[in-house]
């Protein structure tokens, strides 16, 4: 366990010197420096560091997480692209797509191939990673380290969650060398980004306009940025050991404990990765409580057959997250546990072939979106996002169930 003190000089150390260029319009423009305490972006070492994995048995649930990334797989193009949203019951697929939500629909392919142990999940994450991954921007001149583009601009939850990609890419196959690319210098990249993108408060700009001089929009908010961020800061410490990227996650943590409390399923992947990675504080545990009701206290309208099932595989999310981290820190898990599975029953019931909104399934429609969870009764549509959640959520939940099982 590391002490307090060598993380605040370390923090300290990362943070001198870190300045912000923004600008409102094109007027007032304040000029600043880029952060020049960041070390310049490294080569994939040597020696690589072996993923910690827990593993998961059979089980039904298990079955349904690898359903829904053989959904995915099906409905991937020949150029890596996979499906954004599609209507069940017309077959419309004429929606924007977010890059945001489709990397991170990337990343879940590679968790099912860890969970499942077959490699063609992980050959259909390479390819979408690929395809993704043009969408890579690097201008020293303007901005540290690397960014995705989307949109018109560079959202910070794009940049953590292509690092999320490769660190379940890690996870599921222990390398970071994707074709010609070193996909451990990539996500480095991403991660000074994220760094150079911390508000002077300790939290973090959400938007950066890469054009002209580059700028940060400091009104941009999206709720969950900040904790898909604070993950990525610990997946880039899990996979490098270098104690700069934790120094950066608990500074961004102290900040985000002092704000209101959300049903923030990232912010709970968190508190988990620092309880198995390094400690929980007194402040986690008493904010992951808060979550935790949170998430409990909307269990009624949550599973009203009206709401979706995306938010409610979020809510799996957060809470099989925050049971792992109170197992692994000898806290009161068992009560958790009780909560989830009906949240998992609600969303499961959502599963083609499986629906509980009465709709006329067709052998067709199960042949074509079999695996893939629709939303609502009242907006029968597979979107990746709620696809993704529930791999993950459920996989967190199987993993949970698998430590406390090994104690």
């Known amino acids: 366990m590391r002490k307090r003190n060598v993380l605040f000089l370390i923090a300290g150390l990362g943070l001198i010197g870190t300045t912000y260029f923004w600008a409102n319009g094109n007027q007032n423009a304040e000029i600043v420096e880029t952060p020049t305490a960041i070390p310049p972006p490294v080569s994939t070492p040597a020696t690589v560091r072996v993923p910690e994995i827990i593993p998961i048995g059979d089980n039904p649930l298990k079955d349904s997480v690898i359903a829904a990334g053989e959904y995915l797989a099906r409905q991937q193009l020949p150029n890596g692209e996979l499906a954004y949203q599609v209507d069940i019951l017309t077959n419309e697929r004429s929606y924007t797509p977010s890059y945001v939500r489709l990397i991170a629909g990337t990343g879940s392919l590679y968790t099912v191939c860890r969970v499942s142990g077959d490699s063609k999940y992980c050959e259909a994450g390479d390819r979408a990673l690929d395809h993704y991954l043009e969408f890579l921007v690097n201008d020293p001149g303007k901005f540290k380290g690397a960014c995705l583009y989307t949109n018109g601009g560079c959202p910070l939850g794009g940049a953590a969650l292509t690092i999320d990609a490769v660190y379940k890419r890690w996870q599921a196959t222990g390398g970071f060398i994707l074709e010609d690319r070193d996909l451990l210098a990539d996500a480095l990249d991403l991660g000074y980004f994220i760094a150079s993108l911390r508000r002077p408060d300790g939290g973090f700009y959400h938007s950066f306009d890469p054009h002209f001089a580059g700028s940060v929009d400091p009104d941009y908010f999206v709720t969950y940025f900040s904790g898909e961020s604070l993950y990525a800061l610990l997946e880039l410490y899990e996979m490098t050991g270098d104690d700069f990227w934790l120094a950066q996650a608990r500074e961004a943590n102290e900040y985000m404990t002092a704000q209101p409390v959300t049903e923030d399923h990232w ?50 999310e957060s809470l099989a997250a925050l049971a792992q981290a109170l197992a692994l820190s000898n806290g009161d898990h068992k009560r958790l546990d009780r909560d989830i599975r009906p949240f998992i029953t609600f969303v499961l019931a959502r599963q083609l072939p499986d629906n509980n909104c009465n709709l006329d399934v067709s052998h067709e429609m199960i042949r074509r979106y079999e695996g893939g969870v629709f939303s609502s009764c009242e907006d029968p549509s597979i979107r990746i996002d709620g696809v993704q959640h529930w791999i993950n959520g459920v996989t967190a939940f199987l993993e949970y169930q698998s430590l406390v099982e090994g104690k």
């Not at 979550?291 to 009203?304: C, E, K, P, Y």
């Open 267 to 316: 912010h709970s992947y968190a508190f988990a990765m620092f309880a198995r990675l390094d400690s929980l504080t007194r402040a986690d545990r008493a904010y992951m409580e808060q979550i935790a009701q949170t998430v409990i206290d909307g269990q009624v309208r949550s599973l009203n057959p009206a709401n979706t099932s995306i938010s409610t595989a979020t809510k799996i």
